[in-house]
Each structure stands twice: as structure tokens, then as C-alpha cells.
């Protein structure tokens, strides 16, 4: 690892700060260095504040050594007024000499103008440091961007024998496959993302509440589908404690068209399987994160059937998790 990763590195682990916070801003890190040593970082303020780079200049406390520092960031600074000014202007006035950028930012607000700004300003700027690293942290951000949709993680949980729910229940309420700590990390993605969405029939069955209760953090916005208006106000999923946005789409990719109209970068596909199966069968998914209980019913409704890469298994007490990727 040379010099530069080292910091770029530093970079994402404090941009992973500003997770479920920063939209739809990108989760941005930024380090500053004077002599091989750390005198500033920071990452992006919530919504509405500092960007990573102000903050990061903000918190050197002797501003005479920027003149010779080198500022180190995951994602390209912004040249256009937004919430904020932009940070390439900034950078520019404290006269930092030196800029290492983990990748461009392909929005077209910004896409080079950023890095053509700095270096009429005189500033020697470096791209590509660890950028595959940083376009991954950056997921949502591109794929919102770039392909003019959320970035979709779709979740489920199945028995050992292959099933998402049984064939028939006692109660409108959810019945667990997974145990208490799977329960719960469910809760921390709903914190870190920006909204779930589930169909009518998980809705009428379930009953759930959608929110991140088991977690500090903010509510996701509730997307529900409900194609034949056939939902009362009496769900859970209509109480105060969250948004909650109604759909009438029949496919994933007008679901996605809505969604990117309503400015949401990311979503968790929770189901049911109908839901999950439609998502998988126009292949527009990003990531799939499947639990494996203990349990198993014998007979019920089967889990979704998909192919993807996996990247990454764990085990959570009496439970599994496969982390899969669209390949």
C-alpha cells in the first residue's frame, strides 16, 4: 500500500459516518495531511450542512499549514452551489497545493468540473486512489445518477428448508424465522437506508410497522404497493411514526421510475415473495441479503428463486447470512 491508499483509506472509514444521514448527498470522506501526519478530517454533515472537505479544513487548527498540506478525498469536490458552497472554491482560497480524489463524480453537476476548477486554480490534483474502493462506498450515489434508479437491496428470510412464510397462519402478525440479533441488524439497515418497501399482501398479512425501532436512527420512508387501493388506514404502516408513500405500479421498473422521481437513492425490497420475485425477474437489483434460520415448516411459500455472486457469509448465532451481489 503506498501513501496515498494509506489516507484514501482513512477517507472511507470516516465517510461510513455519515451512512443513512447525508442524502441524498453522498457519504464523502476527507483527510488532510501536513508532513505524513493527520492535522484535519472529517466527513458529510446530515443533509443541509457541511460537506466532508469544510469540515475537514474546519477542524485544522492551524490554518497557515494548509499552504503546504495535501487534502485526500473519496469522491471528486463539487464546483456548483447547492445547500452549500462549492467545495473546490474553498480549497482554492486556503491555497491547499495538493488534492489526491478517490473517483470523479459522474453527476453531471459536477463530472470533472470539480477537477478542472482546482487545477485552474492551480492546484496538482491526483484521480484514482483506491477507485474502485470508493466508487463501491459511493454505490448508491452512482447507481441513483447513473442508472436513474435506487439502489436496490432486496431481504428475506428463509427456513432451512427453503421457505419465506408458512402456508397458512393463525394471527396477522409476522412469524420469525430468524433469531433476536438477526431482528435487530434488519433494524440498523432500515436506519442506513432511505426507504423499504413491501406489496399489499405482506401488508394484510403481516402487519408490520417497517421502521427502525430496535436502532438509533431515522425511520425509513415506507413505500407500500397497492395496485387495487384495497388498504385501510388502520396498518400499521400508516401510523405517525414514519412517511409512507403508496404506489399503484405492477413492475419493478415503474416502481424505480417513481422512486427516482421522488429523489430516493436506496431501498430495501423486504417482500413478500411476490414482490421479491418481481425485482429478481426484471434483474433490477443490486444486492441480495438472505438470512437462514433454524427452523423449517415443511411446506409454506417458497423463497425467491435468483442467481447472483455471493460476497459474503456469516453466521449470527443459530442463524446465516449470505450477502449476494448482481453479477
Known sequence: MNIHEKYIKRCLEIAKNGLGTTRPNPMVGCVIVYNNKIIGEGFTSAYGGNHAEVNAINSTKNKDLLKEAILYVTLEPCSHYGKTPPCSDLIIKYNIPNVVIGCVDDNEKVAGKGIEKLKNGGVNVTIGVLEQECKTHHKRFFTFHNKKRPYIILKWAQTKDGF????????????????????????????????????????????????????????????????????????????????????????????????????????????????????????????????????????????????????????????????????
Not at 243 to 254: F, I
Request: some cysteine; hydrophobic content about 35%.
Open 164 to 327: 419465506i412464510a408458512p402456508e397458512t397462519k393463525s394471527k396477522k402478525k409476522p412469524v420469525w424465522i430468524t433469531n433476536e440479533y438477526s431482528q435487530q441488524l434488519v433494524h440498523k439497515w432500515r436506519a442506513e437506508e432511505q426507504a423499504i418497501l413491501v406489496g399489499t399482501n405482506t401488508v394484510l398479512e403481516d402487519n408490520p410497522s417497517l421502521t427502525a425501532r430496535h436502532w438509533i436512527g431515522k425511520n425509513p420512508v415506507r413505500v407500500v404497493l397497492d395496485k387495487k387501493e384495497i388498504l385501510s388506514k388502520d396498518f400499521n404502516v400508516f401510523n405517525a411514526e414514519a412517511v409512507t408513500m403508496l404506489l399503484k405500479e405492477n413492475s419493478a421498473k415503474g416502481i424505480c421510475k417513481k422512486l427516482h422521481e421522488k429523489d430516493i437513492n436506496s431501498i430495501i425490497i423486504e417482500g413478500g415473495s411476490k414482490t421479491l420475485q418481481m425485482f429478481i425477474d426484471e434483474n433490477i437489483w443490486d444486492e441480495a441479503r438472505v438470512f437462514t434460520g433454524a427452523s423449517s415448516f415443511q411446506k409454506g411459500i417458497k423463497s425467491p428463486n435468483f442467481s447472483g455472486k455471493l460476497i459474503s457469509e456469516e453466521q449470527i448465532d443459530s442463524d446465516i447470512l449470505k450477502t449476494y451481489m448482481n453479477d
